[in-house]
């Protein structure tokens, strides 16, 4: 089945600095990919959309300079959280749909999630 | 607006014993309908979904989730519950409005405590 692989699972970085999030779809080509954060006991809230070779559209209230995201290949996300704060710590969640670009019949498969702490 | 709704934050059922976890929607046009599963500290799991066809959809690991147009739910359900099953469930919704390439949109998600 198609899988989506999350690197790093866990990360501890200090305020102020940036850290970055990989989202791999291992055996299957993506031109769309979905970044999502969740926080404890919660829903997953949908902060953007990475399209392959263009610029992601994000959803309302996230802001796209502290969170960037580059999808440069078929294969790989980024999503680099810049000048890190505490509020920011949660839990980050990629997706991605094995189906052709806007194949809506296809499910989404996800990554392992990545903890972020900010201490 | 599209939306989906969990009405339960928890569902309770002992080992063996059916269980059901409820979902219902709200979209325009056609639903694209999902159930994933998460474990903690885990990214999600797909579980079944309906696009279109037979109204009760089989899916992964004994899940089966049952579509019903006229009260606009997608219930997920388990002829007999496992303690493995323990976890959080979505029930999502694919948008399929032009401008929102397909993201999902997903419920509150419903912890099912399934105990032995």
């Known amino acids: 089945g198609a899988v989506v692989s999350q690197h790093p699972s866990w990360v501890i970085c200090k305020s102020g600095t940036s850290v970055k999030i990989e989202c791999r779809s291992l055996d299957f080509q993506a031109t769309t990919m979905f970044w999502y954060r969740q926080f404890p006991k919660q829903s997953l809230m949908l902060m953007a959309t990475s399209n392959e070779g263009s610029k992601a559209t994000y959803e309302q209230g996230v802001e796209k300079d502290k969170f960037l995201i580059n999808h440069a290949s078929l294969t790989l996300s980024t999503l680099t959280v810049t000048s890190a704060h505490p509020e920011d710590s949660s839990f980050y969640i990629c997706?991605?749909?094995?189906?052709?670009?806007?194949?809506?019949?296809?499910?989404?498969?996800f990554g392992n999630g990545t903890r972020l702490t900010v201490t | 607006a599209q939306s989906v709704a969990q009405p339960e934050d928890q569902v309770n059922v002992a080992e063996g014993n059916p269980l059901t976890v409820k979902c219902t929607y709200s979209?325009?046009?056609?639903?694209?309908l999902f159930w994933y599963v998460q474990y903690p500290n885990r990214g999600l799991q797909f579980l079944l979904k309906?696009?279109?066809?037979?109204?009760l959809v089989k899916g992964s690991y004994g899940f089966e989730a049952e579509f019903n147009k006229s009260q606009t739910s997608f219930h997920l359900k388990k002829p007999s519950a496992l303690v493995s099953d323990s976890a959080l469930y979505f029930c999502a919704v694919r948008d399929m409005r032009a401008s929102n390439t397909g993201k999902l949109i997903f419920g509150q998600g419903t912890t099912l405590q399934v105990k032995p």
């Open positions: 979209v325009s046009g056609n639903p694209y």
């Open positions: 997706s991605a749909s094995a189906g052709q670009a806007g194949g809506y019949n296809s499910p989404l498969h």
């Open positions: 309906y696009i279109t066809g037979d109204n």
